[in-house]
């Protein structure tokens, strides 16, 4: 089993995505569990304020240091080991192999997801956490991208799909995929399945899906 901690200030934001489909079946049967820490419960003032402007001046506010660290801390309470990122787009490039990697190494997984200008580099420093970027673009929040880490990391989980051979890049599957009717009419233009696909001998369509 394998637990994701997310520290973000907009927890209700995955409550859709992990009460459905396979991670909610997931999450259900005890593969993964997901627990979140509120920066915004750490803070000291009435406010709960948790950024402030950048020192050397600049568009934006920083999140704070302090409020994640406590939030951090917080998750790592009797952890032996855990894995900590932040979502930056010049980070570390996310794959499938690291993914992989991740479900095997760790079982406590904290994902820390920035808003605003980003968060203060000295989070970073202390915790000693690795930047895994998601793509080279930019979104608002670090919430999407903690939300592709988790299902992407969750779905190398034994019993998490139905079967290992569910898992895309281990199962017998080509760039183009098929299902019934064999002929699919659209505007008057008929659409077949390529006749490799029907012929039932395997070689060949193994061949075709690029498998040899």
């Known amino acids: 089993m394998i637990t994701f901690h997310i520290i973000t200030i907009f927890p209700e934001m995955f409550d859709s995505y992990l009460n459905e489909s396979i991670l909610a079946r997931a999450i259900k049967n005890k593969k993964i569990v997901f627990k979140f820490y509120n920066p915004r419960d ?32 917080k998750a790592l309470s009797n952890k032996k080991k855990a894995k900590v990122i932040i979502f930056s787009p010049s980070g ?43 793509g080279d673009y930019v979104l608002t929040g670090g919430e999407l991208p903690a939300m592709v880490l988790a299902d992407a990391v969750s779905r190398q989980i034994d019993g998490v799909l139905g079967s290992n051979e569910s898992i895309e890049e281990k199962r017998v599957a080509g760039k183009e995929v098929y299902t019934r009717p064999e002929v699919f009419i659209y505007k008057g233009k008929k659409y077949r399945v390529p006749k490799v696909l029907l012929s039932g001998h395997h070689k060949n369509i193994e061949k075709y899906r690029g498998n040899k």
């Open 42 to 73: 750490f803070t000291k003032d009435k406010h709960r304020k948790v950024d402030d402007k950048p020192y050397g001046g600049g568009p934006g506010m920083v999140m704070q240091a302090e409020p994640i660290l406590l939030a951090v801390k």
């Open 92 to 134: 570390k490039k996310f794959t499938n192999q690291y993914a992989s990697d991740l479900s095997k190494k760790y079982k406590d997984i904290i994902l820390i997801t920035g808003r605003y200008e980003g968060i203060d580099a000295r989070v970073k420093k202390i915790l000693k956490a690795e930047d895994v970027s998601i």
